[in-house]
């Protein structure tokens, strides 16, 4: 299911970012009493009540020459472009200035749902200070106060009001979903046009080409795909280009809508940084992984070229040892055969449940192999395992105290239950909880 989105837009200094802190949870954006500080657009994953969505902090719109305000600019109008619902936040005690003026009137051409907040609104003796506001024409203000976190609710609970009414699924439970991420001009397009035997995306050598995601249908062997194109991820400072009206969270989308999700190295450039960032968004989205590393005919090769880079792959990709690695070229379609073999592999263990019994066999040979860790003289009693979930596997652990299974002995217990079960090509998460 794709999640609604959330874009909080405003001039520089009205507190987005610490707003967008309160409501994610964490201190994901950096705060600083300077205007412009948030210089591109962060994203991540929030909850409120029985709504997930995205939510996106914007750098500040200006009208002026400081610098990167124009970058800023076009940063939130993307924002705007990609968001179901907009947070147009202003500044209640500065009152209402020319610049939000200016913010108004890029929101009244976006015809997006306007949710208005002032903040700074510290406590009940100000909120007179919100009337002027009624004025930018988005009807009534919701008083918030992001340092004190007061209002936020209120705030969130209008903003779900107008959240786009989605269907829980996409596709019919017999279709595998996968999706292909990267850095741009890694050979995505290409990639999908030899799985379909047919030029049904625009391929170029220019960089970033594809500018949204795009869905294909395929049948092989029997089985359904959708396959699903996304525009190439850029580097800070990079993926904003004027042009750029596509951007990241576009493939986060198509992350969100995939069973397993490709992630396509250019076998000539090597792996760079930003592929490690690429591969963590569909990690941590809990989605299967295969690691396709594309342009092979590129590369001059010897009996030992394959098995060194593998070894630099599970090196840099720590995170992903448990996906599986396939070598190909798209161009020449060399090795294309062993894909759909691997994204079936790693779709059915990103499916797949055990039964209690023998998963309590295996968790209890793992303790009996390896005896629980003691801390302050109060050692780890594992009562009983059992899979509460799938996609990704998802197991919760019966113990006495949650905070004794350190991150050591629970990676411990993934492998073992790797070992028994496979798991190939899946995340697993554990999860300890205390049995009363």
């Known amino acids: 299911m794709v999640k609604p989105v959330i874009a909080i837009v405003g001039r520089p200094n009205v ?8 409501i994610v949870g964490e201190r994901i954006s950096i705060v600083e009493d300077i205007p412009g500080v948030t210089r591109d657009r962060i994203y991540s994953s929030a909850e409120w009540l029985n709504h997930d969505f995205n939510i996106i902090d914007t750098g500040g719109i200006d009208i002026g020459d400081e610098p990167f305000l ?3 600019r076009q940063q939130a109008e ?15 005690r500065e009152g209402v200035t020319s610049a939000d003026e200016e913010v108004a009137k890029i929101l009244y051409k976006a015809k997006k749902p306007v949710v208005l907040a002032v903040n700074k609104i510290d406590n009940p003796e100000m909120r007179d200070q919100i009337y002027d506001f009624y004025a930018l024409g988005f009807g009534e203000p919701f008083p918030i106060s992001g340092s004190h976190g007061l209002g936020l609710g209120d705030l969130l609970d209008e903003a779900a009001k107008h959240f786009p009414q989605r269907d829980t699924k996409d596709y019919e439970d017999d279709v595998t979903c996968f999706s292909l991420i990267g850095r741009p001009n890694v050979g995505k397009s290409s990639l999908v046009n030899a799985i379909l035997g047919e030029e049904r995306v625009i391929v170029s050598d220019i960089s970033g080409t594809t500018r949204d995601a795009i869905d294909s249908y395929v049948t092989y062997n029997g089985q359904k795909y959708v396959i699903i194109d996304t525009a190439g991820m850029r580097k800070k400072g990079k993926v904003y280009e004027t042009t750029e009206k596509y951007s990241v969270l576009r493939a986060l989308r198509a992350i969100e809508r995939s069973d397993v999700v490709l992630v396509v190295i250019n076998a000539e450039e090597g792996i760079i940084e930003q592929d490690k960032k690429i591969a963590g968004y569909a990690h941590e989205a809990g989605r299967a992984v295969v690691i396709v590393v594309n342009k092979w005919d590129a590369v001059e090769k010897d009996e030992k070229t394959m098995k060194e880079f593998e070894r630099k792959i599970r090196e840099h990709f720590l ?61 780890l009693k594992i009562y009983y395992t059992t899979q509460v979930a799938v996609k990704p596997p998802t197991f919760v652990v019966f113990v006495n ?30 999860f300890p909880r205390e049995r009363k």
């Open 15 to 22: 507190g987005k970012s610490t707003i967008f802190n309160r």
């Open 70 to 72: 124009e970058q800023i």
């Open 78 to 92: 993307i924002a705007i472009d990609e968001a179901d619902v907009i947070i147009f936040l202003t500044n209640g």
């Open 319 to 379: 995170f992903l040892d448990y996906a599986p690695i396939v070598f190909l070229s798209a161009k020449t379609k060399k090795r294309i055969h062993t894909l759909i073999p691997m994204i079936d592999l790693a779709s059915e263990n990103h499916a797949r449940r055990v039964e209690t019994s023998v998963l309590n066999d295996v968790i209890m040979d793992a303790v009996a192999m390896n005896p629980t860790p003691t801390d302050k003289g109060k050692r």
């Open 401 to 430: 105290e949650p905070e004794l299974l350190h991150f050591s002995y629970e990676r411990f217990l993934e492998n073992r239950i790797r070992d028994a079960f496979g798991f190939e090509g899946t995340p697993i998460k554990i």
